[in-house]
Nanobody, 116 residues
Framework: QVQLVESGGGLVQPGGSLRLSCAAS????????MGWYRQAPGKEREMVAT???????KYADSVKGRFSASKDNAKSTVYLQMNSLKPEDTAVYSC??????????WGQGTQVTVSS
């Protein structure tokens, strides 16, 4: 069973930065794509960033220019660098591994709270 473990969440002030990590139990290069998603209470799940293997990295318009996703294949880890954080960024951030044609795998999520 593939396991994804997120870390790095926490409380940060508006304008601050946070770096999330998602460690996978298998090589992330075997997946079609890795992604970061977030969901706040009462809100629909939102795609934050998608890293397509061998392709482009896509971002939600709401985070473009502020968030940057990256990966380290050797460490089987994907990252989400979040800068200039806003209160509306508050959500549970989850990592997803897309095994094309299936539901893929989800991590447990990590809470990010942006508040003064």
């Amino acid at each position: 069973q593939v396991q994804l473990v997120e870390s790095g969440g926490g409380l940060v002030q508006p304008g601050g930065s946070l770096r999330l990590s998602c460690a996978a139990s298998v090589s992330i290069s075997t997946f079609y794509a890795m992604g970061w998603y977030r969901q706040a209470p009462g809100k629909e799940r939102e795609m934050v960033a998608t890293l397509i293997n061998g392709g482009r990295t896509k971002y939600a318009d709401s985070v473009k220019g502020r968030f940057s996703a990256s990966k380290d294949n050797a460490k089987s880890t994907v990252y989400l660098q979040m800068n200039s954080l806003k209160p509306e960024d508050t959500a549970v951030y989850s990592c997803h591994a897309d095994n094309l044609g299936s539901v893929g795998y989800w991590g447990q999520g990590t809470q990010v709270t942006v508040s003064s």
